[in-house]
């Protein structure tokens, strides 16, 4: 089963994810959530996409932008 979420569609301060919060994007100005992928620059994800698999679960985004350090 695949779930998206549209955080754009959320207000600011919801927290979406587990330790994500959402913000104004400081590229784009829609809504999304902040992320630091390990060692990458951070993004800010405006929709992603989730599927529950057998051995757990996949979140693939399918809207962000990079954001500069
Ligand atoms: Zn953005």
Same mark, same amino acid.
Do not use: K, W, Y
């Given at each position: 089963?695949?779930?998206?979420?549209?955080?754009?569609?959320?207000?600011? *301060?919801?927290?979406?994810? %587990? !330790?994500?919060?959402?913000? /104004? @994007?400081?590229?784009?100005?829609?809504? *999304?959530?902040?992320?630091? %992928? !390990?060692?990458?620059?951070? /993004? @800010?994800?405006?929709?992603?996409?989730?599927?529950?698999?057998?051995?757990?679960?996949?979140?693939?985004?399918?809207?962000?932008?990079?954001?500069?350090?």
């Amino acid at each position: 089963m695949i779930t998206i979420d549209d955080f754009t569609r959320m207000p600011e *301060g919801t927290i979406a994810t %587990p !330790g994500g919060r959402v913000v /104004r @994007c400081p590229a784009c100005g829609r809504n *999304g959530v902040l992320e630091h %992928p !390990g060692n990458d620059a951070p /993004r @800010c994800v405006h929709v992603e996409e989730s599927e529950i698999l057998c051995d757990g679960m996949r979140t693939d985004p399918t809207d962000c932008c990079e954001l500069a350090q």
